[in-house]
């Protein structure tokens, strides 16, 4: 259940993104086919994210702690990029017209998102 949570939120966040960043663009002919190429991307982004960020973390410790963290928004930047470049290949319709509106998007993403997370828990609560 908090997957779902989580990817709801991912492309609700990565919707309100392409609304306030341009140079990110979701197509699709109807409101239905946009919403599936959301969660599709945000799954992508999600994965990518998973996978990729702990390793980069470790890898590049260093230039974390010389930039005092400032590294870390690049590297958002560079996997909001990669989640572009494998929506492509999958033919999804989702474009990142270059590294700024990358850079942008990585942060409005992760803001929205955060925001939209204390609003909604992940997880139900039981009595």
């Not at 341009?22 to 086919?33: F, K, L, P, Q, Y």
């Not at 799954?43 to 470790?58: E, Q, T, Y």
């Not at 494998?86 to 999804?92: F, S, T, V």
């Not at 942008?104 to 609003?119: E, K, R």
Request: with cysteine.
């Amino acid at each position: 259940m908090g997957f779902l949570v989580r990817l709801v939120i991912n492309a609700i966040a990565l919707w309100i993104t392409t609304l306030v960043v341009s140079g990110i663009e979701v197509g699709g002919r109807t409101g239905g086919n946009r919403a599936l190429t959301l969660l599709a991307v945000a799954l992508i982004f999600g994965v990518v994210n998973a996978v990729l960020k702990p390793a980069i973390h470790l890898i590049g410790c260093v230039l974390y702690l010389v930039t005092l963290g400032l590294f870390a928004l690049v590297v958002n930047a560079l996997l909001f990029l990669l989640t572009d470049w494998i929506a492509g290949k999958l033919q999804l319709p989702f474009q990142v017209d270059g590294f700024w509106p990358a850079f942008w998007g990585a942060i409005v993403m992760a803001v929205v998102s955060w925001l939209i997370s204390v609003v909604v828990p992940d997880r139900l609560e039981r009595s």
